[in-house]
Nanobody
Framework: QVQLVESGGGLVQPGGSLRLSCAASGSIFSFNAMGWYRQAPGEQRDLVAIITSGGNTNYGDSVKGRFTISGDNAKNTAYLQMNSLKPEDTAFYYC?????????WGQGTQVTVSS
């Protein structure tokens, strides 16, 4: 069993920054990838950013140039640095880990961008 615990969400003004962390623990042998998804009320869950065990990254179009995903393999932790935040970035952010053919999800953390 794999557990993912997110932290770092909160309320921030437009133009501000937040850093999300996702710590993984449990029966981890090796990750294929870790990533962040977000879901606003009434919307589908969309990819924000993903990083593979080899360090390759991919971003959703709406966050390119503003968000940066990174990982610490030794700590089984992924980070999402979010800069130049906009009100439309407001959503529940979920961490996800892909291990083998399984995808695991954290409980999520709320990010609210508002003045």
């Amino acid at each position: 069993q794999v557990q993912l615990v997110e932290s770092g969400g909160g309320l921030v003004q437009p133009g501000g920054s937040l850093r999300l962390s996702c710590a993984a623990s449990g029966s981890i042998f090796s990750f294929n990838a870790m990533g962040w998804y977000r879901q606003a009320p009434g919307e589908q869950r969309d990819l924000v950013a993903i990083i593979t065990s080899g360090g390759n990254t991919n971003y959703g179009d709406s966050v390119k140039g503003r968000f940066t995903i990174s990982g610490d393999n030794a700590k089984n932790t992924a980070y999402l640095q979010m800069n130049s935040l906009k009100p439309e970035d407001t959503a529940f952010y979920y961490c996800s880990a892909i291990i083998g053919r399984n995808q695991y999800w954290g409980q999520g953390t709320q990010v609210t961008v508002s003045s």
